[in-house]
């Protein structure tokens, strides 16, 4: 029999479908994320483990977290280290920058996201094909209870085991079986090493002719990890199958609630409605149909990203992470600014985006919301600024006739607006496309290659050529040992040459890997040690810097002592080879200080939380010998008393003497322990912990005090705004902080001294002075208020000159020119004294002068056609030269010529007056 279709439009087909649904579950999303968490972890013994932070910390290779499978990762490679067998988890995705970016898609297709979630569950040599295949079906068809006729699956043409499997489960019949090669059916970690494996997957029928083959929606992928990819990219047996498996709840939500695309379920419900309500309440037209444009779209997908990225720790920024979090933002903003909003509207949002996730599921979300919202709202002030700039830049180009038949932007504006307004390339794009218009990218790309060459060329020599070498160095297995944490090591500690190389730069230094390495410089903020070392000819090296010119790589730069060339010897040279020994010694007195500095940094950050709320979080860091930087997410400036209380808490902790307690511990664990971590830096799978205990516990690789009454005391030299939604403080602690104190009491006493301050019983002199003098100050600014009032509004002098100018786009326009005492200095004066001049005659354009100086002002109701600043310019052209220019109703300009200008103007004034020829 013939299969009749029907259109999708009429009523026997949304009857059709109406029947279908009735027929599924109905589960809102919580319900699912509940329903398979307990399906694996209940009925088949999986582990639950939590979500991991979107920034991979074992994985550097990835710009964000992109499957379920990342925080497992080094788990399939060596099973025998996981700490659990099976698993299962709902990670939160990205997939915004690097190989896996939909960005471009959002909106515009019913499926792609950048932040989404994904289930999964993971076996890691506890099952393998079959267990994996039941219990996915067994999922599908008995919990969410889909339809099995509307299932069919996909494998690997080569794997008949899974094959078999499938063809042997009750309810799919064999032509729903498809064979597929290894394009679709096989999984690789991408084109380098690493586990691999065929993988199966499960599809469901949307029941629309009018997609084609994308009628079938993949809603589940199983891959068996059971073979090894090499450097040769040839396929070696892993000794234990491993199973990982994702399907996205956005694309499950849709199935089991009947939608024809992700944006119609539950998962977005909420974000819809504020977003409408927002554009209602601004007075923005808005039609409950989010199909209708795909600006509503990207603005609710955004928003999510956007959000959960700022809770993991990442912040807006020009560079990685932080510029695709900002153009993630800026897209959102740009198609709101499509809509109708001219406002910043997002941050309004943010509640509805925790009504779409109110089981609580991502807590962090609800913890860190002011925050979040402060960073969002701070970016779009910025950008909406920006915007205004961009667009004014581009407008201008679509109008330009030698550009109409082309229709290209030109790369030199599209490059302006990414480098000098921070306006991303693809918005841009975007702009352009909607105009029928493109951008010459690649032209762009040599513009900004040329840029960073540039740059490169000013580098030092030796930083190209250290990083030249470090290649070679890896290569060679040059890995030192970092010894410098411990005092005994830090003097006379006897090393061996493991690799050297000159500088070449003309200065004589010297670039050194040394074994053991007790100078610290592994970064985390910390400045690098200095200090020397002694050769094994007894001659000694300083040592200026230090870095690590790769992972687990040290290095020391070193120049002589003396810095005449002609001291360096031949013998110098050579004990600078491989293999010889040397001394090295840390200056101490300067690592005591960074130590102090860098434990100090700790407590402030935990103060900031005790007293500002856990969700700021650090944003960076700097730690010197005599001072420290310390940069948090915080939208609004911290008061004094706040201030105070931080310095109260650190200083009161320091006196209690505190010992810190350091440890390893693998990375997931030191995580549950409640250890802070800067979440937009990477972690090793072993990292370093340091606990100072029921005060901070945070991951750091750098130095510590041993005792907490080393940062006594603790003082606060200054705090402000660096960027959108962060904060900077400024500190020294101990010595350092001491001597601040010290000058800062010796500025006190002079000034007790010079104005004649002295403790009183009621108090601080120099208190009780200064608000004296201050309360004077204020009587004094009030009288000159008062005064310069009535100077402004004193009975006008004569004009010099009364006339009339033509040439104005007017018939003879009525002038008044105003010469102004020019010996007073308050330039307030004179823009008050001609807005009086024009509200007592606004039947007069009037010019007022003082010295050089010259000021049009007019009432624009009664000249409609004139413009301050153009008759401005028109002025000083006839009075001999000048500039200036203005708003429509006040302008201010320079004559070239001063009296002689005026004299000018006055004659030609008379001119126009008498003659009507001007």
């Known amino acids: 029999m013939a299969r009749i279709r029907l259109p999708r439009s009429s009523a026997l087909f949304k009857e059709a ?9 109905q589960m809102t999303t919580p319900e699912l994320r509940k329903e398979f968490t307990e399906f694996f972890v209940k009925d088949h013994g999986h582990v639950a483990v939590k979500s991991s932070s979107l920034i991979p910390h074992n994985d550097k290779s990835l710009m964000f977290t992109n499957a379920g499978m990342v925080q497992f990762k080094e788990y399939f490679r060596n099973p025998a280290v996981a700490p659990f067998k099976q698993a299962t988890s709902i990670q939160k995705c990205m997939r915004a920058g690097g190989k896996h970016n939909d960005l471009d898609n959002v909106g515009y297709t019913p499926r792609h996201h950048t932040f989404f979630e994904m289930l999964g569950n993971f076996s890691f040599g506890q099952y393998s094909k079959a267990a994996a295949i039941q219990m996915a079906w067994r999922f599908l068809t008995e919990v969410i209870q889909l339809p099995k006729d509307r299932l069919r699956v996909t494998v690997l043409a080569s794997d008949q085991e899974s094959y078999d499997l499938w063809k042997n489960q009750e309810g799919i019949p064999e032509e729903k079986i498809i064979r597929c090669d290894e394009k679709d059916n096989f999984w690789t970690m991408g084109e380098g090493a690493g586990p691999c494996g065929p993988c199966t997957e499960i599809f469901w029928d949307t029941q629309n002719d009018d997609l084609g083959e994308d009628r079938w929606l993949e809603i589940w992928n199983l891959v068996f ?14 000794p234990i199958v491993c199973v990982d498996t994702g399907m996205g709840l956005e694309r499950l939500a849709s199935v089991i609630q009947s939608k024809e695309n992700n944006y119609e379920t539950d998962v977005f419900g909420p974000l819809f409605e504020g977003l409408h309500k927002n554009m209602t309440d601004s007075g923005i037209e808005s039609s409950r149909d989010i199909n209708a444009t795909p600006h509503k779209k990207i603005i609710v997908d955004h928003l999510r990203a956007m959000s959960f990225l700022i809770a993991d720790g ?18 959102a903003l740009r198609s709101g600014n499509q809509l109708g909003f001219t406002k910043p509207f997002m941050a309004d949002l943010y509640g509805y985006l925790l009504e779409s996730f109110k089981d609580g599921s991502y807590p962090e979300l609800t913890e860190r919301q002011d925050s979040i919202k402060g960073v969002i709202h701070q970016e779009e002030e910025i950008f909406m600024s920006t915007l205004s700039k961009g667009l004014a830049l581009l407008e201008p180009v679509f109008k330009q006739k030698d550009l109409a038949d082309s229709k290209q ?51 030092k020599a030796t930083s190209s050529l250290v990083h030249a070498k470090a290649a070679e160095w890896k290569e060679q297995g040059v890995f030192p040992t970092f010894t410098g944490y411990h005092r005994e090591n830090l003097t006379g500690q006897s090393s061996t040459v493991l690799a050297s190389q000159s500088t070449d ?137 706040q201030i105070h209380e931080i310095e109260n808490w650190i200083n009161t902790t320091a006196l209690q003497s505190v010992q810190p307690v350091i440890q390893e511990y693998p990375l997931q664990k030191a995580i549950d322990m409640g250890s802070i971590a800067v979440f937009s830096e990477k972690y090793g799978d072993v990292v370093r912990v340091v ?138 004066y004179f823009s008050k004294k001609a807005n009086f001049l024009k509200e007592q005659e606004p039947n007069a354009v009037h010019i007022l002068i003082w010295k050089e100086n010259m000021m049009v002002a007019l009432v624009q109701k009664q000249f409609p056609t004139l413009h301050a600043g153009k008759v401005l310019k028109a002025v000083l052209e006839k009075a001999g030269g000048g500039k200036g220019g203005g708003q429509a109703q006040v302008a201010r300009g320079k004559l070239s010529n001063g009296e002689e200008g005026l004299r000018k103007l006055i004659q030609l004034s008379t001119q126009s007056s008498s003659s009507s020829s001007t």
């Not at 990890?225 to 892993?238: A, I």
């Open 17 to 25: 479908l109406w029947n279908q649904q009735r027929h599924l579950r």
């Open 225 to 238: 990890m059971q073979h090894y990819r090499n450097d040769q990219g040839q396929l070696e047996n892993l």
């Open 314 to 331: 990442v912040i807006p920024s020009n560079v990685g992470r932080g510029y695709v979090l900002r153009r993630i933002i800026r897209r």
């Open 409 to 459: 932007v030109p790369a030199e504006i599209a490059f302006k607006l990414y480098d000098t307004f921070g306006f991303p390339l693809d918005l841009t794009v975007l702009i352009a496309e909607e105009r029928g218009w493109s951008v010459d990218l690649a032209k762009v790309e040599e513009l900004k290659q040329k840029q960073q060459e540039q740059g490169r060329a000013s580098w």
């Open 505 to 641: 730069d003309g200065t004589g230094d010297m670039i050194l890997s040394i074994e053991p390495c007790p100078f610290y410089g592994l970064g985390g903020g910390q400045s690098p040690d200095t200090g020397f070392v002694r050769l094994a000819n007894g001659s000694e090296w300083k040592v200026v810097d230090v870095f690590s010119p790769y992972e687990r790589g040290l290095a020391i730069r070193i120049q002589p002592a003396s810095m005449e060339q002609e001291s360096v010897t031949e013998e110098d040279l050579l004990c600078l080879h491989k293999g010889f020994q040397l001394t090295a010694f840390v200056d101490t007195k300067r690592r005591e200080g960074v130590a102090a500095h860098h434990s100090a940094t700790h407590m402030l950050n935990a103060a900031l939380r005790k007293t500002l709320g856990k969700p700021i979080m650090q944003a960076g860091s700097l730690v010197e010998p005599d001072r420290l930087r310390f940069d948090f997410t915080h939208g609004k400036p911290i008061s004094q008393n």
């Open 691 to 828: 606990d100072f205990p029921k005060v901070s516990m945070e991951l750091c690789g750098g130095t510590h005090v041993e005792d907490l009454s080393k940062i006594y005391p603790f003082k606060i030299l200054s705090e402000g705004s660096v960027a959108a939604g962060t904060r900077r403080i400024e500190a020294a602690v101990g010595k350092s902080a001491s001597q601040f104190l010290i000058e800062q009491d010796r500025m006190v006493t002079r000034l007790n001294q010079d104005l004649k301050a002295y403790a009183t019983s009621a108090g601080n002199g120099l208190d009780l002075k200064v608000n004296k003098i201050k309360d004077q100050v204020a009587d004094l600014s009030k009288q000159y208020s008062r005064l310069l009032e009535k100077m402004v509004k004193s009975p006008a002098a004569a004009p010099v000159q009364k006339g009339a100018l033509r040439g104005l786009e007017a018939d003879a326009v009525p002038v008044q020119i105003h010469e102004l005492d020019g010996e007073i200095l308050d330039q307030d």
